[in-house]
């Protein structure tokens, strides 16, 4: 059975929410017997008194429950009484003696064994009444309307204890039931392996593969879509607040002669890193529709800890702003280099610190970093409530919460300290928990100060002293940043024009080139390479790209949001004589954010000199061909993903109409269209000017066949 003090707290939880709603009725019933006695001829003043003096009090009350529910519900039960006694004394009616009897049952209601106690009182109050005179009450009748009323309550609320009761013996069962199933959880998943092996040798197992290959193939094609769609949902908002923030703090003379504080420009610094902080994070989980989950890249580089502390804590403050909780540093100085990913590792502390800080409702968290035997521990202490000891082995399980209920104060879908410890293991470390319940948690993991590089397995290079160079032959950056995303050492350079690729060549000297192509072509007709020294790797490969898109199209340039303001000043100068511009985004945010954008270039190149440039909005592609037809802008920046009719759609009737040749385009969108083209089963080729030797194929195959 669960404990004594869990009956405590529901019964107080119930008492709360009746006293709330029993003060609301009190209050209505109470304005309208004040209604009631102004239409009275005459006015019955003591009437009006008590009914305002009841309205009074019920909100009173209401403000005091909020402060302290235990004296809220025994005072509101006597100052109801008295002004019963009150009004049975000043007021001569055939009816009053009954009002008690409602509130004989609100007395049960929100008072433990009140019911008798207070039907007495009533009764005695009446029997005062009538042995003095004052009144002349049927005490006979009225005793043994008490009596049962008084009965009836009683039973009811004995009644309502025994359901009490059988929830609690209900909850106790499906917890225990709770903790059981996740004890054989372990058993379940080794029998499940178990009987995976044993199907391996049916003679139908050919038939299952081919169906489970296709399974697999149609739950790739999905998380493509997932990819593209969340994309445009992330991508958007945040493109709205990088731009916006951006223009605020590097070009607030846009807005006026205007100069904002300097703990404004703070703020607005803190926001500005965190969301690309954030757009970090979000290119991540977007690698995910081209990566496998348990393949996720970590960028390591040579990081000073402590000056990377000392930034991290300046975000963890913020978390800390306006809360009883304070943040406290004991970082040991001169903390050795690393090799981190900073941006997972600062993931890491975030979602610690913010558990902390959830669940510590007064007194502090204590940051602590110090080396100890090669490694950096950093601790995370905190003086809240604690995990209880049987809860401690699972807290680190994916969707595990310490608190199942559904009126539990804490948020979050259980993932945080999952992700936190795939990200302190992949760095080689170590996060383990110490708790008390009521006393707080002691969350520390460790970095090793010295690891190993290892090498990409097919590509060889001769020094490792310093990182080696690739170059990625592709127009679009997204596809240059994956590529650097997952090769963690090795310097990665763009070469967004095959024309310039042997002056990279010559300029770099690079140890290999990988170059995306749409599915289909030939490899041996992709590169044409003047300047092509021996060693040097050539991977031909096909990952989806923006500037596949661009081609298709027909279009000047392809930007995935977030925008920067940059970018879009680059594609602009690139046009000439660009008069008129036109923003289509079914968005109203991110049309107001690009028309800022371009006011603040156009103020940053010529800032004595009126704007040149007319800007035209629309908001859906129909909206857009009428500007277009009206006004024939010089340049249309459009939005691909549009309700009714969309950018494909726009394009397809601009370059139809003979009038509108020469202006251009320049796609502004946040999800990527070209998934499709790779078919899932994308063309790869390795090759070398003098060949590959034997150990180098061998290599190859090797992490082919081990992927």
């Known amino acids: 059975m669960l404990p004594d003090h869990f009956f405590r707290d529901i019964l107080l939880d119930l008492r709360e929410n009746m006293l709330r709603q029993i003060t609301i009725i009190v209050f209505i019933a109470g304005y309208c017997l004040m209604n009631i006695g102004l239409l009275t001829r005459p006015i019955s003043n003591i009437a009006v008194g008590l009914s305002i003096g009841l309205m009074l009090i019920s909100v009173l009350h209401l403000r005091l429950l909020k402060l302290n529910g235990n004296l809220s519900r025994y005072s509101y039960v006597i100052c109801l009484h008295l002004f019963l006694f009150l009004a049975l004394a000043r007021i001569d009616s055939g009816w009053l003696e009954f009002l008690g009897l409602p509130l004989v049952l609100m007395s049960g209601l929100l008072v433990t064994r009140s019911s008798l106690a207070s039907a007495s009182a009533i ?43 059988w929830y609690s013996s209900m909850h106790d069962r499906a917890d225990h039931l709770l903790h059981e199933t996740r004890n054989r959880r372990a058993e379940l998943v080794q029998a499940v392996k178990s009987l995976e092996i044993s199907y391996e040798n049916q003679r139908r197992m050919q038939q299952q593969l081919v169906y ?61 890193s965190n969301s690309r902080h954030l757009l970090e994070m979000i290119d991540d989980v977007l690698d995910l529709s081209h990566v496998e989950m348990s393949e996720f890249a970590t960028n390591l580089e040579n990081t000073d800890m402590n000056h990377f502390l000392l930034q991290t804590v300046a975000l963890l403050e913020n978390l800390f702003v306006d809360t009883d909780v304070r943040l406290i540093t004991n970082i040991e100085a001169g903390l050795p280099m690393v090799e981190i990913d900073s941006t997972r590792m600062r993931q890491v502390l975030l979602n610690l610190c913010n558990n902390a ?39 680190f399980d994916e969707f595990f919460q310490v608190d199942f209920s559904l009126s539990r104060s804490h948020g979050g879908a259980g993932l945080g300290l999952a992700i936190t410890k795939r990200f302190v293991e992949a760095h080689g470390g170590r996060l383990t928990v110490e708790s008390y319940e009521g006393k707080g948690s002691t969350f520390t993991f460790t970095i090793p100060a010295h690891r190993s590089r290892l090498a990409i397995p097919y590509l060889e290079s001769a020094d490792q002293n310093d990182q080696p160079v690739v170059l990625v032959v592709d127009a679009d950056p997204a596809v240059v940043t994956m590529v650097a995303r997952h090769l963690k050492h090795y310097q990665v350079e763009a070469v967004t024009d095959k024309s310039t690729l042997d002056h990279a060549i010559h300029h770099y000297l690079p140890h290999a080139i990988i170059y995306n192509q749409k599915p289909g072509n030939s490899p041996s007709a992709s590169l044409d390479l003047a300047f092509n020294p021996d060693g040097i790797t050539v991977v031909n490969c096909s990952l989806p790209s923006m500037a596949w898109l661009t081609e298709s199209l027909g279009v000047t340039a392809c930007l995935s949001k977030p925008i920067t303001s940059q970018q879009l000043a680059d594609q602009i100068r690139q046009l000439s004589s660009v008069k008129s511009v036109l923003i289509v985004d079914d968005d109203l945010g991110f049309v107001q954010l690009v028309q800022r954008t371009i006011e603040t270039l156009q103020m940053r190149e010529q800032p004595d000199s009126p704007p040149e440039l007319r800007i035209f909005r629309a908001y859906d592609g129909q909206q857009a061909m009428d500007v277009i037809y009206n006004q024939q802008p010089d340049l249309l920046l459009l939005d691909l993903a549009m309700p009714d009719m969309s950018g494909f759609e726009v394009i397809e009737k601009v370059r139809a109409d003979p009038t509108l040749a020469s202006m251009s385009i320049i796609l502004l969108t946040a999800t990527r269209y070209v998934e499709s083209e790779t078919q899932f089963g994308t063309d790869l080729s390795i090759y070398q000017s003098e060949g590959l030797n034997p150990a180098q194929v061998l290599r190859c195959i090797n992490v082919l066949v081990a992927s």
């Open 212 to 272: 489970a290959r296709q399974q697999a193939t149609e739950a790739r094609r999905m998380k493509e879509r997932f990819a593209a769609n969340i994309s445009h949902e992330l991508r958007t908002p945040l493109n709205l607040i990088l731009g916006f923030t951006e223009i605020l703090y590097f070009t607030p003379e846009v807005y006026g002669d205007v100069e904002f504080p300097p703990k404004m420009l703070r703020d607005i610094h803190q926001i500005y």
């Open 357 to 395: 800080q959830r669940f510590t409702q007064h007194g502090t968290v204590t940051l602590s970093a110090c080396y100890r035997n090669g490694e950096v521990v950093v601790t995370l202490a905190d003086t809240g409530i604690g995990i209880p000891e049987d809860k401690l082995p699972l807290i």
């Open 123 to 165: 009764f005695l109050f009446l029997f005062l009444l009538e042995s003095s005179g004052q009144h002349d009450f049927p005490l006979a009748p009225l005793l043994a309307l008490y009596g049962f009323s008084t009965a009836i309550t009683m039973t009811a609320i004995n009644k309502f204890y025994v359901a009490l009761t």
